[in-house]
């Protein structure tokens, strides 16, 4: 942040530029937290966690062995004879229903949510007892307002990282490099 704060010299493009980099940033860092991966087959998929499951961003069109049925998400019915027949035999049914259940085991929990918030409030208290972004903001704090910021990122860090051991969460995040994909 040295760069948008001037080294704590601001004037006011200087304070916007901060903000608009610290809000995105923290932005970032929140929905970062609900971001996963997982092995189908032999490739790496990414998502985000959503109510209903994972929605994945990395997925090709060749990854489905019939558009219509993983498109419309429909099952042949009777009517449709031989053809139902034929799906069953090349399982495409059986993976409609397989991706369905693999997907929804990542559903958006609680836990997301407070992973979420803890790792938005760690990026915030480090980001802005940062001491050119202090300067920035607070040109003239007082003797308080120092040891606040010089202690406050190590109880927020603490106090998270105990929170975290505690409560820990399965996702994997974009970025996350499997073993198992990379032995492959």
Same mark, same amino acid.
């Given at each position: 942040m040295p760069s948008f704060t001037n080294n704590g010299a601001c004037i006011t493009s200087h304070k916007v530029l901060t903000s608009s980099a610290i809000i995105t940033f923290s932005l970032v860092c929140f929905i970062s937290s609900f971001t996963d991966s997982f092995i189908a087959g032999e490739k790496l998929y990414y998502g985000i966690a959503t109510p209903k499951g994972l929605h994945i961003f990395n997925r090709n069109k060749n990854d489905d062995a019939d558009d219509d049925v993983n498109d419309n998400n429909k099952v042949p019915n009777e009517s449709e004879g031989d053809n139902q027949v034929q799906l069953i035999e090349e399982g495409v049914i059986n993976r409609v229903y397989d991706e369905k259940e693999i997907l929804a085991k990542y559903r958006l929990q609680f836990i997301d949510?407070?992973?979420?918030?803890? $790792?938005?409030?760690?990026?915030?208290?480090?980001?802005?007892? $940062? $001491?050119?972004?202090l300067r920035c903001f607070y040109p003239h704090p007082s003797d308080n307002v120092n040891v606040l910021t010089m202690n406050l990122p190590l109880v927020v860090g603490g106090a998270v990282s105990f929170l975290f051991m505690l409560f820990p969460t399965r996702r994997r995040g974009i970025g996350y490099a499997d073993t198992e994909a990379q032995k492959k």
């Open positions: 949510f407070v992973h979420a918030f803890c $790792s938005w409030l760690v990026f915030m208290v480090y980001a802005t007892c $940062s $001491s050119d972004v």
